[in-house]
């Protein structure tokens, strides 16, 4: 074998590529990467070109040398996460509240029939006073379910696709139908309310 031709200290396979010797690259790890980065100083743009490229060529590596990156400096990331998120807590908020709110008129809209969130029964319009009514009844056990209603629940029946079952209510409304059921299951206790 030959030896390393800048250095001249004997190639083995633990200090150089075996696979670059075939293409008759005759460099131990420590040159090759001074050249490499010696190249990379020289002309950074055709250095990041090429950087593209590969990564381009090799979605898999990429990937999994992410997660070897992230997992050897989980720590480091995770407090520059923290940092970035006290730092712009006001502007992170504003970012929350927007996909709450287009997220709920999402779901609101769909349940509607119709591009304007509305009451089934009233049709009134204000999306803070709508809510997504179980029609069946259920719907504190669901919530027990999902650890929570509100955007858990916009956030549970996007990702279910829709399902049937559910409708928009004025909060009135919502409790108007269940004094309601409640005159139907159970006579006496609706006299008593
Ligand atoms: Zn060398
Ligand atoms: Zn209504």
């Not at 480091?76 to 940092?83: F, G, M, Y």
């Not at 990702?159 to 005159?183: D, H, T």
């Amino acid at each position: 074998m030959r030896p390393c031709r800048k250095c001249s200290s004997p190639l083995t396979e633990s200090n150089s590529r075996p696979t670059d010797w075939a293409n008759r690259i005759y460099l131990c790890r420590t040159c090759d990467n001074e050249e490499r980065n010696e190249r990379r100083a020289k002309n950074p743009e055709a250095a990041q070109a090429r950087m593209k490229k590969w990564r381009e060529a090799n979605p898999e590596k990429v990937r999994e040398r992410g997660a070897v990156y992230r997992e050897n400096h989980r720590v480091s990331i995770n407090e520059k996460a923290r940092e970035y998120r006290i730092n712009n807590r006001p502007h992170l908020k504003v970012i929350r509240l927007q996909w709450k709110d287009t997220l709920k008129r999402e779901v609101m809209a769909h349940y509607s029939g119709g591009p304007v969130p509305e009451c089934k029964r009233c049709h009134y319009l204000d999306l803070r006073a709508l809510t997504i009514d179980h029609i069946e009844g259920n719907g504190s056990a669901h919530r027990r379910e999902l650890k929570g209603g509100g955007v858990r629940m916009y956030q549970w029946l996007k990702a279910n696709n829709y399902p049937l079952g559910f409708q928009v209510l004025f909060m009135n409304c919502q409790f108007i139908k269940k004094c309601e059921n409640v005159e139907h299951s159970n006579p006496v206790k609706a006299n008593l309310g």
